[in-house]
């Protein structure tokens, strides 16, 4: 039986603004050398909605507040490791639709490169495999329950991403 390490909480955060979709370069951990939205996971005694925040400030120095938060989908990754065993991510993905502040490279780098795509030509081929599969549904208005499984290293899907439309999702 495969061990399975869970995260529940976790957020990526895509600004968006007149057509424009703010994307940044993961240089390490799950996902790296893909274009990716801004996020992390949560702290102890932190909300799922000061998460992305906090992090969309600490990855690309861009201050938002709670009421520029819209929640858009819930992604449970389950994602293989080397050894066999699974590490399950359930992450909140937010549309930041107004915020403070220019992007900026931090300090840690895990995220570079800030860069505006249009909406309507974003680099699907350089971005996670499940992304590729929900990310034009959020863009479009829609809420979405997703469930994905990589092989190791998450380069590859095993198995076809569910994708659920809902009218509502959940807080936490």
Known sequence: MQEEKVLFKATVCIPIKD?????GMKTRKIGMGCWNGYGGGVDEGETIAECAIRELEEEVGLKAKFDDL?????????NEKSDGSMFVSRVHFFLVKDWIGEPTETEDGAMVTPTFFDLTDLP?????????????LILNGKKVLVE???TPYQKELKREVKIQEVEELPEE
């Open 19 to 23: 057509g424009q979709v703010l994307l």
């Open 70 to 78: 819209e929640k858009v989908a819930i992604v449970d990754f389950h």
């Open 124 to 136: 699907y081929d350089k971005m996670m495999p499940a992304d590729r599969e929900f990310f034009p």
């Open 148 to 150: 994905s499984h990589y």
